[in-house]
């Protein structure tokens, strides 16, 4: 029976790491159909080679800075076979790593769609390795490690409960989106987006595309927070109903702010998932029905005042999408997590503030040091002329279309 249950959460994990990996395909997706068409065939090579990079930073150092675990030892003590309590039996810990490598590969890949259309390749590869390498994994184990003592000195010590954020709405989301929003600023608007004071709008490539992205994401978010609980003893289908709920709250706050613009509705959505992460094994459905919500309606506002009044240029709008939306999910699950709010309780609301807005602002430093220091070495900003020509025929010398460039004499 004890081999049966180990296998059972060796398989259990292994299917959630498998959705958490779909989930890119989701981000390459909603990307490619939101940047215009000279620059689709980059977005789906950017996402693709961050998580090649991501995996063999995260195995060779980013997994021992956030958990003191090296692979660097034999098969058979990987395996949990060759003795000593580093590695559980049937691998089990081998496929956690690949769990969570999935989730360390996200932040590279939030971060692509804030910076799209005019950030060179190999500078943004080695900006990947130092995120996944060096600062996501001090954010991880600080929080899901008890790295540092925060947990314990800070938030226990002061507040009376450790920083709650069981599937990484500030961990995952919020760091992502921050440090988003430190490339973005350092990276500058596209070639003629804000020129001479005025607004040049530039409409998506592909609705269907963005779409198609976003139910891939939806579809592969209830692997990253159902199964965060890590074994089958631990899973909850409160976790799922509260996924489902905040998910249908982003949609339709969205849907009426938004004045029906699909790729509102379609962002919304994600919107919501991202608020719920932090609480949704402790909050009751109708306060994740509620985050979802006002997690829509800071989408669509922020985006817009980002925009158009602020003028960053986000491509993605992920600065609101996972930086804000996450920031108000980490408070959020302080506020309907309590009992008094129909929550299983546990969670202060103090430690929830505080941590989320350290979370966040960690974020943005690390942003801001990372990409200043590729911007140093490599230089990270495409030149006008090469924004003009596309990042396609710039970096990877073929069209999306390149039967049909062909056919019509455009090579």
Not at 140 to 160: D, S
Not at 173 to 179: I, M
Not at 256 to 282: I, M, T
Not at 369 to 376: E, G, H, L, S
Request: charged share 10%; proline share 3%.
């Amino acid at each position: 029976m004890e081999q049966l249950q180990n296998g059972a959460d060796v398989f259990f994990l292994l299917m959630g790491a498998i959705l958490v990996f779909a989930m890119h395909g989701g981000f390459a997706f909603l990307e490619v159909g939101t940047v215009r068409h000279k620059n689709q065939v980059n977005a789906l090579v950017k996402i693709m080679v961050d998580f090649a990079i991501s995996t063999v930073t995260y195995f060779f150092i980013g997994y021992w800075v956030a958990y003191g675990v090296t692979f660097l030892v034999s098969a058979a003590a990987l395996t949990g076979a060759g003795g000593g309590d580093t590695f559980g039996p049937q691998g089990i810990s081998l496929v956690k790593f690949f769990f969570l490598c999935t989730f360390a590969a996200a932040i590279p890949a939030i971060v692509s769609g804030g910076i799209a259309e005019r950030a060179r390749f190999w500078p943004q590869c080695l900006a990947t390795a130092l995120i996944v390498g060096v600062a996501y994994p001090l954010i991880e184990g600080t929080v899901w490690n008890g790295n540092f003592g925060l947990q314990a000195g800070l938030f226990n010590g002061v507040f009376g409960a450790d920083f709650h954020d069981f599937a990484g709405s500030i961990v995952v989301h919020a760091f992502g989106g921050w440090v988003a929003l430190g490339a973005v600023l350092k990276l500058g608007a596209r070639a003629g987006r804000y020129d001479k004071g005025g607004i040049q709008g530039i409409p998506p490539s592909s609705i269907p595309w963005l779409a198609m992205g976003s139910w891939m994401l939806c579809i592969g978010w209830f692997g990253f927070n159902v199964m965060s609980a890590q074994s089958l003893s631990g899973v909850s289908g409160l976790v799922a109903m509260n996924s489902l709920l905040a998910m249908a709250g982003g949609i339709l706050a969205s849907l009426v702010v938004g004045k029906n613009d699909p790729g509102f509705v379609h962002n919304g959505a994600l919107a919501g998932l991202v608020a719920v992460c932090a609480g949704s094994d402790v909050m009751h459905p109708v306060g994740s029905l509620v985050t979802g919500a006002v997690a829509g309606v800071i989408f669509v506002q922020l985006f817009q005042l980002a925009q158009n009044v602020w003028k960053i240029d986000d491509v993605l709008g992920v600065w609101p999408l996972h930086g804000l939306c996450g920031l108000w999910g980490g408070i959020a699950c302080g506020i309907f997590g309590t009992e008094a709010l129909g929550g299983l309780g546990g969670v202060s609301l103090g430690s929830q503030i505080v941590g989320s807005v350290l979370g966040s602002a960690f974020g943005l430093g690390a942003g801001l040091a990372i990409y200043t220091i590729v911007d140093m070495a490599l230089g990270f900003r495409m030149s006008d002329e090469a924004q003009r020509r596309g990042a396609d025929l710039e970096f990877h010398k073929i069209s999306a279309n390149p039967e049909e460039d062909v056919r019509m004499g455009r090579v």
